[in-house]
């Protein structure tokens, strides 16, 4: 994965083939076996933000995984132009590689209007600096995943607020599983909304499906079970800096049928609410295999 924010942004830098046509390629060095599926969104929103008119913003992007993406060959991202209204923008986009989707996503791009306003109100959690990085969390549970999480993951800064058990939020008991961060890009990012945009959906495909782990006591990187993320989907409600500190407030309302289900609010350090994110993903108990 890239190493630096600076790579992360020139990930998101498509080759331009012709008129909404678009080749993405991949890290160089990363030890991934399938191509990460924020990258893909990221990647698949940045070409078709290049279609839509200045005026108009990301309100809502949808988006399935259909097959694990390869590492070793680009992405080719063919927009499709849906319906351009007085107010909204829609466009589908479809990845492929060795001739097949791999990936669609259908986003939905809206001019600023005034209106009514309201939001759910920020937790009650510890300040940024009073919080661990996620690697070093990591650490104590398995000294190999931390690694890998400082090889793959340092153009990120995450660090673990903590979870649902009594220590972290006796207030929330009745949820089964939780788990929050505080993240942002490890550097300063160009004041572009559509490139933060693109990195915070990026980011927001990092650690939702782990949350529906935490009440199994298991990381999503266990050799226990068999992760994928299926589908995704992110609103966003107000600007976002991705490199500005934001509250990752993941819950997991059910997990059934080897898939688990999650929801976030994702708030800015100043208590906004930027962006809600729900995700569905493929959490199969490996079954261990018979001894010889």
Same mark, same amino acid.
């Given at each position: 994965m890239p190493a630096t924010? #600076?790579?992360?942004? &020139?990930?998101? &830098?498509? #080759? +331009? /083939?012709? #008129? &909404?046509?678009?080749?993405?390629t991949h890290p160089a060095g990363s030890t991934l076996t399938r191509v990460f599926g924020g990258q893909v969104a990221a990647q698949a929103l940045m070409a078709a933000s290049h279609s839509v008119p200045e005026d108009r913003a990301v309100h809502s992007l949808h988006v399935y995984f259909l097959l694990g993406g390869d590492p070793s060959v680009p992405i080719i991202y063919d927009v499709e132009r849906i319906r351009d209204g007085g107010s909204f923008s829609t466009r589908r986009v479809s990845a492929r590689q060795h001739g097949k989707v791999i990936f669609y996503m259908?986003?939905?791009f809206h001019r600023h209007e005034d209106g009514y306003e309201h939001q759910n109100a920020i937790p009650e959690v510890p300040p940024v600096e009073s919080t661990p990085a996620l690697s070093e969390v990591l650490g104590f549970v398995d000294e190999r995943a931390a690694e890998h999480w400082r090889t793959e993951w340092s153009a990120l800064d995450v660090r673990y607020v903590g979870d649902n058990r009594d220590a972290d939020d006796p207030? +929330?008991?009745?949820?089964?599983?939780?788990?929050? /961060?505080?993240? +942002?890009?490890a550097g300063d990012l160009p004041d572009d909304p559509v490139l933060n945009a693109c990195v915070l959906t990026y980011m927001s495909d990092l650690t939702l499906l782990g949350s529906s782990l935490v009440v199994h006591g298991l990381t999503i990187g266990s050799p226990r079970i068999q992760p994928a993320s299926l589908d995704h989907a992110v609103w966003f409600h107000r600007p976002v800096r991705a490199d500005h500190w934001m509250l990752y407030d993941q819950v997991s309302p059910s997990a059934i049928g080897a898939r688990g289900f999650a929801t976030a609010n994702i708030f800015a350090e100043d208590g906004a609410l930027v962006a809600s994110v729900a995700q569905e993903g493929l959490i199969r108990p490996v079954k261990p295999r018979p001894k010889a």
């Open positions: 924010i #600076e790579q992360l942004v &020139d990930l998101l &830098d498509l #080759e +331009r /083939l012709e #008129e &909404d046509l678009y080749r993405g259908t986003a939905s207030a +929330r008991k009745l949820v089964p599983s939780i788990q929050r /961060l505080w993240l +942002r890009g």
